[in-house]
Nanobody, 113 residues
Framework: VQLQASGGGAVQPGGSLRLSCLVS????????VAWYRQVPGHERELVAA???????VQAIFVRGRFAISRDGGGDEMYLQMNQLQPGDTAVYYC????????WGPGTQVTVSS
C-alpha cells in the first residue's frame, strides 16, 4: 500500500485548504481513513477520521472546522480544512484507521499572516 498526500500550502488565518490523498494497493472504502499531522519535535497526532462504519472522529482542536470525504472509486480521499489558524501549521499525512499502513510523504500546511 502506498499513500501520497498533496494540496498543502501557505494560507492566511481564516483561510481554507483542501488536502488530497491518493492510495494504491488498497481502497479507501475497505477500512476507516484518517488524517494526521506532525509538528517538528512533536509526535504525529490524529486530526480526524472516519470509521469503517461511517462514524466520525475529530480531535478536540478541530472544533468542526475540518471534514473528510472519499471519492466513489476509493483511490482518493480529501480533508477540507476551513477557518485555519496558525496552530494548524504542520505536515499533514493520510492513512487508514485505526490500523495504519506504511506512511507516505506528508504535505506541509503553513498558516501565517
Amino acid at each position: 500500500v502506498q499513500l501520497q498526500a498533496s494540496g498543502g500550502g501557505a494560507v492566511q488565518p481564516g483561510g481554507s485548504l483542501r488536502l488530497s490523498c491518493l492510495v494504491s494497493g488498497k481502497s479507501f472504502w475497505s477500512d476507516g481513513v484518517a488524517w494526521y499531522r506532525q509538528v517538528p519535535g512533536h509526535e504525529r497526532e490524529l486530526v480526524a477520521a472516519v470509521r469503517r462504519g461511517g462514524g466520525a472522529v475529530q480531535a478536540i482542536f478541530v472544533r468542526g472546522r475540518f471534514a473528510i470525504s472519499r471519492d466513489g472509486g476509493g483511490d482518493e480521499m480529501y480533508l477540507q480544512m476551513n477557518q485555519l489558524q496558525p496552530g494548524d501549521t504542520a505536515v499533514y499525512y493520510c492513512n487508514f484507521y485505526p490500523s495504519n499502513e506504511p506512511w507516505g510523504p506528508g504535505t506541509q500546511v503553513t498558516v501565517s499572516s
